[in-house]
């Protein structure tokens, strides 16, 4: 079955650094693009970065850009965020998500990860 894990959060002071891992399994990773999330608390789920099953193209949040990069190594099925110059209002459970094609239908279902915390305080 798909599963996802989530690794490398933890606390930092603002302008700090994390490196996020999410290691993927039970899917074929190299065909299907990834996406990380966040949620704070008290708010929505709300998408960080994309990336294309190729890594060729990405995307980002607005409130990100420029700080964080997403990347993956199909070779290894992994997908990682790199975050720098956190800032508080980075605080939140950062997920793992893959969108797959139900084997022999055209139905996708969402999977996620069990989320990883990541706190940016001083």
């Known amino acids: 079955q798909v599963q996802l894990v989530e690794s490398g959060g933890g606390s930092v002071q603002p302008g700090g650094s994390l490196r996020l891992s999410c290691a993927a399994s039970g899917f074929i990773f190299s065909i299907y693009p990834m996406t990380w999330y966040r949620q704070a608390p008290g708010k929505e789920r709300e998408l960080v970065a994309s990336?294309?099953?190729?890594?060729?193209?990405?995307n980002y949040a607005d409130s990100v850009k420029g700080r964080f990069t997403i990347s993956r190594d199909n070779a290894k099925n992994t997908v990682s965020l790199q975050m720098n110059s956190l800032r508080p209002d980075d605080t939140a459970v950062y997920y793992c998500?893959?969108?797959?094609?139900?084997?022999?239908?055209?139905?996708?279902?969402?999977?996620w990860g069990q989320g990883t915390q990541v706190t940016v305080s001083s």
């Open positions: 990336i294309t099953s190729t890594g060729d193209t990405t």
């Open positions: 998500n893959a969108r797959v094609r139900r084997i022999f239908t055209n139905i996708y279902n969402d999977f």
